[in-house]
């Protein structure tokens, strides 16, 4: 059983685990379960629980659960300085470079940071001053945020 999924439905996150019901416990199988739920780069966080479920022998199995924390998706980025450069170039920018941020993507906080430089780089050919890039992140809901990126 999975819970905490939106995007995904339960058939696809059940394709990234090999524990099945029925089969055996092997602490070492749940485990590479956990670790191919976050390889695939989706979830902030993967918990395996216990629930106990009576069976049609009138004992009591215990049921696996996989709680899963999925990446929230960015809802908007905001540029919140003045700049030689449009708006649209530097979102442009952003999505085709290593950063790869763009709206509708999933949020990563590393990208995030990346971006950051990114824009600082894109600015410096025609600063005159020192200054620094930070990305804000804000929570637009509990699978969305926003991002924000603001001049210091």
Do not use: C
Not at 50 to 71: K, P, Y
Not at 129 to 143: G, H, P, Y
């Amino acid at each position: 059983m999975v819970r905490g999924n939106s995007r995904f439905d339960e058939a696809t996150v059940k394709s990234w685990i090999l524990t099945r019901p029925g089969t055996k416990y092997s602490p070492k199988k749940l485990d590479g379960d956990v670790r191919r739920l976050f390889s695939t780069g989706h979830f902030t966080d993967v918990k395996v629980l216990w629930e106990q479920e009576d069976n049609s022998e009138g004992s009591t199995d215990r049921a696996i659960i996989f709680e899963v924390m999925e990446r929230p998706l960015i809802a908007e980025i905001n540029i919140d300085f003045s700049a030689n450069l449009s708006k649209a170039d530097i979102l442009s920018r952003l999505r085709h470079s290593d950063a790869g941020i763009a709206v509708g993507e999933e949020f990563d906080p590393v990208k995030v940071r990346g971006a950051a430089k990114l824009i600082e780089q894109m600015m410096r050919s025609d600063a005159t001053q020192q200054f620094k890039i930070t990305a804000f992140v804000e929570d637009v809901a509990r699978t969305s945020v926003r991002v924000i990126f603001k001049i210091e």
